[in-house]
């Protein structure tokens, strides 16, 4: 069955309808609506530059969930020290970018393409995105974004030039995501920095339940 092309309609086709490594559709765009109405559909875009724009949504779905943030005894020791500084939604065209140029193992280049960081950068002007960032000693050492839906975060991506500081940065915005009523991060799939954290595979149908009343 081909995957389902997207017009200049905003529609998506029901998740139900994923191939089974959770591609839902292809093409469309990258404007605000599209990109809101797919993440309270439970979708996300990932590809590459030399690819059309790709549309995913993974089952199971891999997430974290508050009360099951895992901080192992030496990550309290580092938070007890107070060497890092967290601050929010400050400079997010300097996060996502950061987020952008960071070398991983594994992979050739980044995902997180000019047309992606253009677009993040106006869902975080209409209030949608926001990040973390973390200081030492003044100096900019990691950080994360991600799309604020209510009760549930839907995590992009983080970064880190220090050790550390990418689960500084996890730690404290899960902690306070939690205070304010979150309900879920959505880590969207597995890696396994996020299962140490206490991340867990959920059934998508589940999740799905989690962004119902956020719609």
Same mark, same amino acid.
């Given at each position: 069955?081909?995957?389902?092309? =997207?017009?200049? $309609?905003?529609?998506?086709?029901? +998740?139900?309808?994923?191939?089974?490594?959770?591609?839902?559709?292809?093409g469309?765009?990258?404007?605000?609506?599209?990109?809101?109405?797919?993440?309270? %559909?439970?979708? #996300?875009?990932?590809?590459?530059?030399?690819?059309p724009i790709?549309?995913?949504?993974?089952?199971?779905?891999? +997430?974290?969930l508050? $009360?099951?943030l895992y901080?192992?005894?030496?990550?309290?020791? &580092?938070?007890?020290?107070?060497? #890092?500084?967290?601050?929010?939604?400050?400079?997010?065209?300097?996060?996502?970018?950061?987020?952008k140029?960071?070398?991983?193992?594994?992979?050739?280049?980044?995902?997180?393409?000019?047309?992606? &960081?253009?677009?993040?950068?106006?869902?975080?002007?209409?209030?949608?995105?926001?990040?973390?960032? &973390?200081?030492?000693?003044?100096?900019? +050492?990691?950080?994360?974004?991600?799309?604020? =839906?209510?009760?549930?975060?839907?995590?992009e991506?983080?970064?880190?030039?220090? %050790?550390?500081?990418?689960k500084?940065?996890?730690?404290?915005f899960?902690?306070?995501?939690?205070?304010?009523?979150g309900?879920?991060?959505?880590?969207?799939?597995?890696?396994?920095?996020m299962?140490?954290?206490?991340?867990? =595979?959920?059934?998508?149908?589940? #999740?799905?339940?989690?962004?119902?009343?956020?719609?």
């Amino acid at each position: 069955m081909p995957t389902y092309q =997207l017009t200049d $309609d905003l529609y998506f086709p029901p +998740v139900s309808e994923a191939e089974e490594d959770g591609l839902v559709a292809i093409g469309g765009d990258l404007s605000p609506e599209r990109l809101m109405l797919a993440y309270h %559909s439970g979708i #996300f875009p990932w590809y590459n530059d030399d690819e059309p724009i790709m549309w995913y949504s993974p089952n199971p779905r891999f +997430v974290l969930l508050p $009360d099951k943030l895992y901080v192992s005894r030496s990550m309290r020791s &580092v938070l007890r020290k107070e060497e #890092f500084k967290v601050t929010y939604n400050e400079d997010f065209n300097g996060v996502i970018n950061s987020c952008k140029k960071m070398q991983r193992i594994g992979q050739d280049g980044t995902w997180i393409t000019d047309d992606m &960081v253009e677009a993040y950068i106006r869902l975080h002007q209409l209030g949608y995105a926001q990040s973390v960032k &973390v200081w030492k000693e003044n100096e900019l +050492v990691g950080g994360m974004y991600g799309i604020h =839906l209510g009760s549930v975060y839907c995590g992009e991506s983080m970064f880190s030039t220090v %050790s550390n500081a990418s689960k500084v940065a996890l730690i404290m915005f899960i902690q306070k995501f939690k205070e304010e009523g979150g309900q879920l991060y959505d880590c969207q799939a597995y890696t396994d920095h996020m299962a140490s954290m206490g991340a867990e =595979l959920i059934d998508r149908n589940e #999740f799905l339940e989690y962004l119902k009343s956020e719609k």
